[in-house]
């Protein structure tokens, strides 16, 4: 049987790079893939997915054993995202070129993510369901996307949201009635 979440988090408490790796594997797909949702942008993912598990690690010692890890990881996410989005905000364009000069590759994550084939397929099959949820209101599309695509409860979205549960019920609820009317479901 798979050792639990905050079993694994007990260990990388403990400075086990083993366990972090485990649970890094075990979120690495669920974490990218809201993120993305989120900020829209791959390269802009890719990094933030990263300085969420860098986080992870270096913030290993103020998880609190009787809570679950899974708010607490998608809630570190979505602060990175959030504050991300602040940032952008006010940050200039930089030529890709000009960044890239005196660029030294630093240890990375691997990615995630599957192959560009892999993924060019399933967003073909999905692209209908991509472009109503893209339609929805960007808080809207966040609660579903972690109730239906992340398995999060309410109140594990409400936790890592910053916002009250109700708050939380009423944008999923927004959003079905949203993409039923989209897609022409009854």
Known sequence: MPDSDETLMSLVRRNDREAFARLFNRYKT??????YNYVGNYERAEDLFQETFIRLWRSRRRYDGERPLRPWLYTIAAN???DNARKMRYRRTVSIDAAREGWAPSEKLPSPLPSPAKIAEEKESSLSLRAALDSLPKES?????????????YREIAE???VPI????SRIHSAVKQLRKIL???
């Open 30 to 35: 669920r974490i990218m893939t809201f993120i």
């Open 80 to 82: 990175l995202c959030r």
């Open 141 to 153: 599309r966040i609660a579903i996307t972690l109730h239906q695509f992340h398995g999060l409860k």
């Open 160 to 162: 890592t949201l910053g």
């Open 166 to 169: 109700g708050t939380v019920k």
């Open 184 to 186: 022409s479901i009854n």
